[in-house]
């Protein structure tokens, strides 16, 4: 695959389909590396580096009590350990491992003074031989904005990203300011919440529940784990604590998965749609070989209504698809509206039950009891809810899919049948190929209901008491419908416009490189027989490795 991209590559450097050279570098890069960039984000002090030492099982990066990390390192997998220092000048330096805290530190090289772009760090480590790469970076919100400046950087290179997080405190403002923003460029993120072995048991599920709880309530986060571990100095033979273990079976688990036998095939289906656009617009070329002056002049213009026509055929799929969003996004606003007035009175039925079940708690105890109802409750609510909807949205936009999917190939028959009648030229089919999932996932938002019960409350006899908690729970039941349905609301919105919008960009992009691809063969007639034949070759080839 690889050598057949190399030979579409040379036949596309030549003027009449240089043009589409970018898709096919595209592909190239994206069979060549076949790597996923693992960032290890966080706040100074963390223990960034001392999480990616216990994955290497090695202290290879740099770490202790002062801000330390300033520049980006990579690590791949390599036979043997190996360092080496990328400049910003772009010249590769071979250094000793030994030699790292020289390059990359603070102390040893204050404000980056020695211009390094990034350290290259291979090592045997298994995690990495499938092509996962892990990256040490500078903390954000650190003592040095230059650091910050560094880390931010480099997030449009990232395809995942591990937050790190440790039990004093656990999340601060200027993190969760961080994730807020982060979450929209980096679709998948892990947890870690570090440093559990310096508190207690306890202290540890607390800090967990409150993490989750703000990643989840507050900053809408959603199908996350938590992953609690100590990065602490492991002695010889010693194996990695419980946590570690486990978050280590989870990247192995991620590394594998994103390396699927679909990346082949993905890159043979965009292979094909180049080759077969190219196919036709050299077709295109060659048949105004053999035409007069006048006759290129008069097809031109007819041709050049055609590319018009294909211009409002794209401007109108994006308008209307707007149009599509909007609707849909209508419905699921009725439907969550029609949802939550209905169960209203059910979970007051269900509280009432509750209550008649439980004449004696009162206190902590009831407290907890609401807590673990209303957590059990409104999930359940919402999320077979959730499962009716989504069911629904998803056939709705499979259906949205393959009707403006036909749209857009009808666009490019129109196009290319045109231009067939006007040059007698046996048509090459373009086809518009779009692919499009909707994830669906979401957390609840369940307060805790015992902390919640003021001094008041918790003063008040078991027999004053009971009643009036409950009543105010009772009050509380529109709240807690209504703050859940709009998370869901907000969810649901997130996820169609990332839907469209990759639907939009697919479907109108193909749609104007055919038309620009066209126009562009209408400059000048094109008869290099030689380029023909290996177009054909290189298309023979494409259809018998998709088989």
């Not at 290890?40 to 963390?46: F, I, P």
């Not at 703050?483 to 416009?497: A, C, H, Q, V």
């Not at 490189?513 to 027989?529: F, G, I, K, M, Y």
Request: aromatic fraction near 6%.
């Amino acid at each position: 695959m690889e050598a057949l991209l190399d030979e579409i590559s040379t036949i596309f450097e030549a003027t009449p389909l240089r043009r589409l050279l970018p898709r096919i570098v595209g592909l190239k890069e994206k069979l060549r590396t076949d790597e996923v960039r693992l960032a290890v984000l966080g706040q100074m002090k963390r223990g960034k580096s001392s999480l990616l030492n216990s994955l290497l099982g090695e202290s290879i990066l740099p770490t202790g009590v002062l801000p330390l990390t300033s520049v980006v390192t990579e690590i791949r997998y390599g036979s043997t350990p190996k360092a080496s220092v990328r400049y910003q000048s772009g010249n590769l330096e071979e250094i000793a491992l030994f030699d790292i805290p020289e390059y990359v530190t603070e102390l040893r090289n204050p404000g980056n003074r020695k211009r390094v772009l990034a350290l290259h760090l291979l090592y045997p480590n298994e995690l990495l031989r499938n092509g996962l790469v892990l990256v040490d970076t500078p903390g954000f919100g650190s003592t040095y904005s230059h650091n910050t400046a560094a880390t931010l950087g480099y997030l449009e290179k990232v395809d995942a990203a591990v937050v790190v997080f440790s039990v004093d405190p656990p999340i601060t403002e200027v993190e969760a300011n961080f994730i807020r923003e982060l979450r929209k460029d980096i679709p998948k993120l892990f947890f870690v919440l570090n440093k559990v072995d310096l508190v207690s048991k306890a202290d540890v599920e607390d800090a967990c529940t409150f993490l989750r709880n703000e990643l989840g309530n507050r900053l809408g986060l959603s199908h996350f784990d938590v992953f609690p571990l100590t990065t602490r100095t492991r002695g010889p033979g010693e194996a990695p604590s419980s946590g570690l273990a486990s978050f280590i079976d989870h990247l192995r688990e991620f590394a594998t998965y994103s390396h699927d036998q679909t990346l082949l095939l993905s890159v043979l289906r965009g292979a094909g749609q180049v080759l077969d656009l190219a196919s036709f617009a050299l077709s295109l070329r060659r048949s105004f070989g053999a035409l007069s002056a006048s006759q290129i002049h008069e097809k031109r213009m007819a041709m050049q209504l055609l590319l018009e026509e294909t211009t409002r055929g794209r401007a109108a799929i994006q308008a209307l698809l707007r149009e599509e969003q909007q609707g849909l996004m209508q419905k699921i606003g009725t439907d969550l509206e029609t949802h939550v007035r209905m169960s209203t009175p059910y979970l007051e039925e269900r509280l009432s039950s509750l209550q008649r079940a439980n004449p004696s708690s009162s206190g902590r105890s009831l407290g907890l009891l609401l807590e673990e109802f209303f957590n059990k409750e409104i999930t359940t609510i919402f999320r077979d809810w959730r499962m009716r909807e989504d069911a629904q949205m998803s056939a709705m936009l499979d259906e949205i899919v393959s009707r403006y999917t036909a749209r857009a190939n009808q666009i490019l028959s129109t196009l290319t049948e045109g231009i067939g009648m006007l040059t007698d030229l046996p048509v090459t089919k373009l086809k518009v190929n779009c692919g499009l999932a909707m994830d669906s996932r979401v957390s609840y938002s369940i307060e805790r209901i015992f902390y919640s019960l003021d001094s008041f409350l918790l003063a008040v006899p078991p027999l004053l008491q009971r009643p009036l908690v409950f009543r105010r729970a009772r009050a509380s039941i529109p709240d807690r419908l209504d703050r859940n349905s709009g998370r869901i609301r907000f969810d649901y919105l997130e996820r169609m416009e990332r839907s469209f919008l990759q639907l939009e960009r697919s479907l109108t992009s193909q749609i104007e490189d055919a038309r620009q691809t066209l126009a562009e063969s209408l400059e000048a007639p094109c008869s290099d027989v030689g380029m023909w034949n290996k177009l054909q070759a290189a298309r023979s080839c494409v259809y018998l490795l998709n088989q």
